[in-house]
């Protein structure tokens, strides 16, 4: 019982580092990168991009560690969604974030080759971090289903199996359906991952995770839920 309270608390802990650095990563390159002339932004502030990247390749473990530190409780629950839940949150998620942390290196290069490029040299370098802002954007609506898609699989089980309340449980499964959402919006450029809207959409999930991380720091996972499944898991 002492292991699986310091399991969800470390859990917990892992969700609030994750979401932390997550959200410092966009408070330091999103101005850089939205900016019109972003080759010289990027170029000008080069340390702050590498500091962003920092904090997703921090993101990237810390969440890619949640998975692991829960399979061996969902199994008992659902083998094969728990071991999609490693595969989606833990594998794939992780790839994609460190797909971001290179093409943000290659743009970093491209923009101090841009600083003392000639004329046509720049044409060739702005069309190039084109190329590279597009890839981007393009890995940043894979992660939404990537995410999203492993989230669903763990909201399932922890709804089935009760071991945080169901509403906490519903909660996310809502919101990660909204998430889901803006994917397809912006797939079908109907909006962008800048807009409001997709900034409203996106809340939902956010306070559901910080909230479903400090239940499980201070209450830990529901001790008569894991009885349960550790009763399921002998009668198999």
């Known amino acids: ?18 979401t932390v650095a997550g959200v410092l990563s966009v408070v330091f390159t999103q101005p850089i990168l ?5 080759l010289v932004k990027v170029s000008a502030n080069q340390n702050q991009v590498v500091v962003g990247a920092l904090f997703v390749l921090t993101m990237g473990f810390a969440l890619a560690m949640v998975p692991v530190m829960l399979f061996p409780i969902l199994k008992k ?14 594998a794939l998620e992780t790839f994609t974030y460190i797909a971001l942390v290179i093409i943000w290196m290659f743009l970093l ?13 720049g044409l060739y370098l702005q069309s190039l971090g084109n190329v590279l802002l ?7 609506t894979i992660l939404i289903f990537v995410f999203g898609l492993g989230a ?27 998430h889901l959402t803006t994917g397809f919006l912006i797939i079908f450029r109907l909006t962008d991952s800048n ?42």
């Open 1 to 18: 019982m002492i292991s699986n309270k310091k399991n969800a608390i470390i859990v917990g802990v892992l969700y609030i580092i994750g």
């Open 34 to 38: 939205n900016a019109s002339n972003y």
């Open 77 to 90: 629950q659902n083998e094969s969604l728990a071991l999609g839940y490693v595969v989606f949150r833990g």
């Open 109 to 121: 290069a491209a923009s101090q080759e841009y600083s003392s490029a000639g004329a046509s040299q």
């Open 134 to 140: 597009k890839g981007n954007d393009s890995v940043n």
């Open 152 to 178: 669903l699989m763990l909201y399932l089980m922890l709804y089935r199996s009760k071991l945080i309340p169901r509403w906490i449980s519903v909660w996310g499964f809502i919101s990660i359906l909204l």
């Open 195 to 236: 807009a409001t809207i997709t900034t409203v959409m996106n809340i939902p999930i956010f306070l559901q995770e910080m909230v479903m991380a400090v239940w499980l720091i201070i209450k830990g996972f529901n001790s008569s839920a894991l009885s349960s499944l550790s009763a399921k898991l002998v009668m198999n």
